[in-house]
């Protein structure tokens, strides 16, 4: 029987029960929710959407990151009958402020992060929706009657006009794409018990209709798991992967360019390219397993779940596709718009359809018109433009939608993307020619990193101008063209060309090239009225004073070299992390730390590295039996020496009275025996699972003694190194670099259960005093979002300078204060004094 509306769908939730539906990072931590705390939420949205004044046919905006809370409220308005509005979580203010007004939004239910907003309507927080509908019941809710026409969401698609355009989607229009899929699932139901669960990672963002049917619509029809992950950088995505035992990645092709690129870099860097250039040269033609097994050491990496790229967004190159292909990975690509609710042909991941980019879905027409634009009938294509406060239409004549695009279609069905019918450049001789192949004979050069084609205009026709991104500064572009047109017909020759000044294009959320942006730019540069060097303001600085909340300085003079970067250590690693995803790469922290002027950090990024850091975390010491060999030789060995050495006077132990794990706990830091002591002060229940962080640079040479040492100092080295590492659960924390990596397996210490254990002073004191609190540790303890177990430890400093090795009991003092929370919008370094007074404040109790 025919659905009537997405919200049949939630009775599927509630069947999966306890099995993981979402999975997503939240500060340090991995957060999970199960399939029916979805839908409980939803429902008690819905609730509390009818309890703020929402009716049937409201409209409600959603506005913030992937996550579960953003699912249970998108659900929580089809239950009421309003109409979702989704957001880019990057949009301006000012659009979404114009959309507010446009549709006459009832509520707003947005991130912490965002903006307030002028006029705004009644708003709810994200983060905090689980406390915000608590008080309402879980059960399931009675929705009003809500059929196929009914509309389900509004999509705008673009923030650059003056008055907003959305596409209204009814239920019928995602239902229509949703049922062919969910028939051809069922198909293949017997055979996924057999890895069940798959799990996604969904790059892409709910806002975005591809993105909601890879995360909300059809992982449940397989039982699957969503794992959400805000950054594009390559490194956490291949760590993400297999730490999540992920099958199936959705993303859009330039990831899979990046992810490429990453490889090669990694691969490279081991001294094996032309081994791996010889294995690929002989892969060609072999048999999946045999490719598979060839190239076993890149799958490891993967994690062996994983098998399929999704592609979507745009068109795949031919390069990038052979790649993964060869590597034995299946590449699956579909095709659709937001005005034919995201899909209209996909690739089968058991058929796959070479170059193509798939068969066209059951129930919707697919004809090629003049000039081989691809045209789309059906109940899938949308039901209007809202625009203005008023509906139009979306297609044409006898409801045929022209969907701007050009296309092929072979004997078999499959479909061909050629390119969009608007970037067609049409040349003074009447010449067409399609941007994608000049952009992929660019891109094939070794000196070109990526590259877009625009068009120059020339006597109301136009010439192909190349806008090309540089591997290394000082590359010969004109050698490259050179080499690119000699495989390009002579009309599709490339005459014109300007170099990007920055490490990458303005991007889109589904990182397409912003066109009109670089065709601005390209104009300034060739055009009339080049612009003014000393006013351009590059992504960089535009980076720099977003994290530093500075006026972004000039980078266009040579003054740049010299512009100090004037960092904190916060800022520090904010910048880090927000270069790496902004251009998709990794970067050595040692070479970050020592830029100290934008000029050294410009030519850092040039010259991305690919290894980010040489320290170890070993998750081999929480497994069985280390852990429980370490408990026992805890009660065997450590606790009664350091009972012997100095029976410590233990107080406070009833502020944790109550309290449960996971906890951080902070300490001041005397000797190398002030481990001990905090353990000995700890309840049982804190004391057995409980990871000490160490500093990382004393870790790491007794893992790595240097080669003049004699063969048997080196054993008694790395011997220290293993039992301090199983007898504290011990984990680097490096002082100068590499933190960063510490704090994050510090979270995913925490979501296994541990206690974490860290002195923030990061040295053990020299005189007696506590020196102060380093800035990291109101970093960690903001993203860790746990509760601060603050511990004082006296007596040792006077034993130390005594030189005595033991103290009659009670010398030894261990004070625990109250746990404290902070607020998730607290800043850093007011975490940090904070603590370091609670600390202090223990003196003497």
Known sequence: MQRQSLIEYLEQFRRLGKETAYVERRGYRRVRWTYRQVAETAAQVARELEARGVEPGDRVLLWGQNSAEWVAAFYGCLLRGAAAVPMDRIAAPDFVERVLEQVGAKMLVCSREMPPLAGAAPRMVLEDLVEAVGRHARMQYLAPAVGRADTAEIVFTSGTTAEPKGVVLTHGNILANLEPLEREIKKYLKYERLVHPIRFLNLLPLSHVFGQFLGLF???????????????????????????????????????????????????????????????????????????????????????????????????????????????????????????????????????????????????EVKLGENGEILVRGENVAAGYW??????????????????????????GNLYFKGRKKNVIVTPEGMNVYPEDLEAALRAEPAVRDSVVVGLARNGNAEPCAVVILKEAGADVEAAVRRANERLSEYQRIRHWVVWPEQDFPRTPTQKPRLNVI????????????????????QLAELIGRITGR?????????????????????????????????????????????TTVGELEAMLQQPVARRTEYAYPRWAQRWPVRWIRLALYYLLTWPATLVLGWPAIRGRENLRGLRGPVLVIANHITMADIGYVLAGLPGRFRHRLAAAMEGERLWAMRHPPP????????????????????????????????????????????????????????????????????????????????????????????????????????????????????????????????????AALAGS
């Not at 239409?393 to 695009?405: F, K, M």
């Not at 601005?520 to 351009?536: I, T």
């Open 218 to 364: 059809i992982p449940p029809l397989l039982g699957g798991t969503v794992v959400f992950l805000e950054t594009w950088n390559p490194t956490e995505i291949l760590q993400t992967i297999r730490r999540e035992r992920v099958s199936v990645l959705v993303t859009v092709p330039r990831l899979l360019e990046t992810l490429k690129n990453k490889i090669e870099r990694d691969v490279e860097a081991e001294g094996r390219l032309d081994t791996f250039r010889e294995d690929f040269a002989a892969a060609a033609g072999q048999h999946f397993l045999k490719r598979m097994w060839r190239f076993r050491g890149i799958h490891r990496r993967f994690g062996w779940k994983f098998w399929a790229f999704l592609s979507g967004g745009a068109a795949l190159d031919a390069e990038t596709e052979t790649f993964w292909e060869r590597l034995a990975f299946a590449v699956i690509q579909g095709y659709g718009l937001t005005e034919t609710t995201s899909i209209v042909s996909v690739n089968h991941p058991f058929r796959l359809g070479k170059r193509s980019i798939g068969k066209v879905l059951p129930g919707r």
């Open 387 to 412: 625009q203005g406060r008023a509906l139009r239409p979306v297609a044409g004549d006898e409801g045929w939608l022209r969907t701007g695009d050009l296309g092929e279609l072979d004997a078999q």
């Open 519 to 538: 065709e601005e730019f390209v104009q300034a540069r060739l055009g009339a009225q080049p612009r003014a060097p000393s006013a351009e303001v590059s």
């Open 708 to 839: 003049e040492l004699n063969w048997f100092r080196r054993w008694i080295d790395k011997l220290s190194y293993a039992l301090v590492v199983a007898l504290f659960n011990a984990f680097p924390l490096p002082q100068k670099s590499g933190f960063r990596e510490s704090f994050a397996f510090a979270g995913e210490l925490v979501d296994r259960g541990y206690n974490v254990l860290v002195f923030p002073e990061g040295a053990r004191t020299r005189d007696g005093k506590m020196a102060p609190f380093r800035a990291g540790i109101g970093l960690l303890a903001k993203n860790l979002n746990l509760p601060v177990v603050p511990v004082r430890l006296d007596g040792l400093w006077e034993l130390k300078q005594a030189g005595r090795h033991w103290a009659r009991p009670g010398t030894v003092k261990v004070a625990i204060g109250a746990p404290v929370r902070f607020e998730p919008e607290a800043d850093p370094e007011v975490i940090t004094r904070e603590l370091e007074r609670l600390v």
């Open 551 to 595: 006026t972004p300085p000039k980078l266009a003079s040579e003054a740049r070299l010299e512009t100090d970067l004037n960092l904190s250590s916060l800022d520090r690693v904010e910048l880090l992390s927000a270069l790496e995803d902004r251009y998709q790469i990794d970067l050595n922290e040692t070479r970050f730390a020592a830029a």
